[in-house]
């Protein structure tokens, strides 16, 4: 059975830094892709960040404009969201997720098995 646990979210001031992990367990973790989604209030999940399953590959939504990171340890089946220089309009909800292939992923429709989420809110 895959699980995935987020951890890592929190109350953050405009301009701070926060980095989110996923530990997965249950796949073989390097044969997949992983990715990052948020959900604000009131509006659609939407697509933050992928890495390949080699960790070789990434792709972000245009907003990230370089201030987030996405990584991976696939020797502890685990990824990562390093987020720099945090918006207000970065609160949200952050779900990590799997993919069904191994390639980078960007779609919602390319995932399998996704977290519970876990808060980020941005507030002074």
């Known amino acids: 059975q895959v699980q995935l646990v987020e951890s890592g979210g929190g109350l953050v001031q405009p301009g701070g830094s926060l980095r989110l992990s996923c530990a997965a367990s249950?796949?073989?973790?390097?044969?997949?892709?992983m990715g990052w989604f948020r959900q604000a209030p009131g509006k659609e999940r939407e697509f933050v960040a992928t890495?390949?399953?080699?960790?070789?590959?990434?792709s972000y939504a245009r907003f990230m404009m370089d201030r987030f990171t996405i990584s991976r340890d696939n020797a502890k089946n685990t990824v990562h969201l390093q987020m720099n220089d945090l918006k207000l309009e970065d609160t949200a909800v952050y779900y990590c997720?799997?993919?069904?292939?191994?390639?980078?992923?960007?779609?919602?429709?390319?995932?399998?098995?996704w977290g519970q989420g876990t808060q980020v809110t941005v507030s002074s």
């Open positions: 890495i390949s399953g080699s960790g070789f590959s990434t």
């Open positions: 249950g796949l073989t973790f390097g044969s997949y892709a």
């Open positions: 997720a799997v993919a069904n292939i191994a390639t980078t992923a960007i779609e919602e429709h390319e995932y399998a098995y």
